[in-house]
């Protein structure tokens, strides 16, 4: 695996003004979001069906440093089922979050209340935006590996050859899989962190 990331970092445009490089973790475990999707299946008729969206490759909080760095999160499965350029977009697009996101401690308090009373697929598409034109960000080769990853993943079904037989776990419960019950008290530690670093009103 140290191929695909060290390929994902060097064709990364903005490399220099990374804090730090974030670990990469191999779990056992993805997270999914599940909602409920419209469609039409002919002469006037709609039906509610489950979708789901898997994310074999997340970022999250670093569970050695939660409150100072984010880390990537890689399902095993996909390493050792995918393409080699697969693993190593799946890397550039995770290293592009970490690169666009504050560290934990230092986000602003509105960031964190723009997702207070989203639904998890809203909230998806919000950490999402902070990713978009991905290839933009890479040079060649992973540029193409990203345009080619995001055209895969919009194909019905994309991804299940790696889920399979894999832990899920929901998003709402990502952080409480990574860190374990001490997550309740890192939550309420960034947010007075959070709060004491506002300018006052």
């Not at 670093?62 to 050792?80: F, G, H, Q, R």
């Not at 399979?164 to 709402?172: H, L, M, R, T």
Request: glycine residues 4%.
């Amino acid at each position: 695996m140290s191929g695909w990331a060290e390929e994902a970092y060097m064709c990364f445009k903005f490399r220099k003004e990374l804090q730090y490089l974030p670990r990469i973790y191999v779990t056992p475990f993805y997270a999914y979001i599940e909602t409920l999707m419209t469609i039409d299946i002919g002469h006037g008729i709609k039906r509610n069906v489950k979708y789901r969206m898997s994310m074999p490759g997340l970022t999250s909080v670093d569970v050695d440093a939660p409150e100072d760095k984010w880390a990537i999160y890689i399902l095993n499965s996909l390493i050792t089922r995918a393409a080699a350029e697969t693993n190593t977009a799946t890397i550039a697009h995770e290293l592009l979050h970490v690169y666009r996101r504050p560290d934990p401690k230092n986000m602003k308090l509105e960031q964190l209340v723009a997702m207070q009373g989203k639904s998890e697929v809203e909230r998806y598409y919000i950490k999402e935006k902070e990713v978009e034109r991905a290839e933009e960000f890479f040079e060649e080769p992973v540029s193409s590996m990203l345009i080619s990853m995001e055209k895969k993943k919009s194909q019905l079904g994309a991804g299940k050859q790696y889920t399979k037989d894999a832990e899920q776990v929901p998003a709402s419960d990502i952080l409480e899989r990574i860190i374990g019950p001490s997550h309740r008290e890192l939550m309420h530690r960034l947010m007075d962190r959070w709060r004491s670093a506002q300018p006052p009103v």
